[in-house]
């Protein structure tokens, strides 16, 4: 049982690329969604699903997009890559909004 | 929109002494979590409270939720080196959203 499998671990990029990041999760959970984790930040929700073809913006969207087209996967994708984008990034799965969040390992990404 | 803030943002201790981290939010919250980050890592559950005034108990840590389910606490008793790590406290309130605090750095002086 891997629980919250995120892809890739470290990633560097130039200004304008474009990337995904993947997250899948083999728990059957409803809901996941992506965090971006800033020094002195906390953990701030990019985008969430409520389930397969359901996504909704969390609280900092902007240059990122996402889809849900089955239960198990949620890609995040950077459209064209800012060095405001530098951060390291969390995929988490729950089963409800009461629900404990599993999280993924995070992917460190650097936007030169 | 609901804020949970979370104070001290960092704290440093001897071995052996106390610990509180302080969670307080702009919404009365259904629930509230908390997790610990140990440096390089990935968060991970600790707890959940529910019920108002709700304290719960996990060997030398003990968390409280407020009885007007605006605020909470983590008290770690006769801290060790391997309490080191970040604590975030994460409430929904009414928004749907499962809300972070910013999160307290704990460092440990052996």
């Known amino acids: 049982n891997a629980g919250v499998t995120q892809t890739p671990k470290f990633q560097v990029l130039k200004t304008g690329q474009s990337m995904t990041l993947q997250c899948a999760q083999d728990?059957?959970?409803?809901?996941m969604s992506w965090y971006r984790q800033d020094p002195g930040m906390g953990l701030r929700l990019i985008h969430y699903?409520?389930?397969?073809?359901?996504?909704d913006q969390g609280e900092v969207p902007n240059g990122y997009n996402v889809s849900r087209s089955t239960t198990e996967d949620f890609p995040l994708r950077l459209l064209s890559a800012a060095p405001s984008q530098t951060s390291v990034y969390f995929c988490?799965?729950?089963?409800?909004?009461?629900?404990?969040?599993?999280f993924g390992e995070g992917s460190r990404l650097t936007v030169l | 929109g609901q804020q949970v803030m979370q104070i001290p943002q960092y704290q440093h201790v001897q071995e052996g002494e106390d610990f509180t981290t302080y969670c307080n939010s702009s919404?009365?919250?259904?629930?509230i979590q908390w997790y610990k980050q140990r440096p390089g890592g990935h968060p991970v559950f600790l707890i959940q409270?529910?019920?108002?005034?709700e304290v719960k108990k996990q060997k030398r840590l003990t968390f409280q939720f407020g009885e007007a389910k605006k605020n909470s606490s983590l008290h770690i008793t006769a801290t060790q080196t391997t309490d080191v790590g970040t604590y975030f406290c994460?409430?929904?309130?009414?928004?749907?959203?499962?809300?972070f605090g910013k999160g307290t750095k704990l460092t440990v002086n052996p």
């Open positions: 728990m059957n959970h409803e809901y």
């Open positions: 988490a799965s729950f089963p409800s909004l009461a629900g404990e969040l599993f």
């Open positions: 409270l529910v019920k108002s005034g």
């Open positions: 919404t009365t919250l259904s629930n």
């Open positions: 699903s409520v389930g397969a073809g359901i996504t």
């Open positions: 994460a409430g929904e309130g009414g928004s749907e959203k499962l809300v």
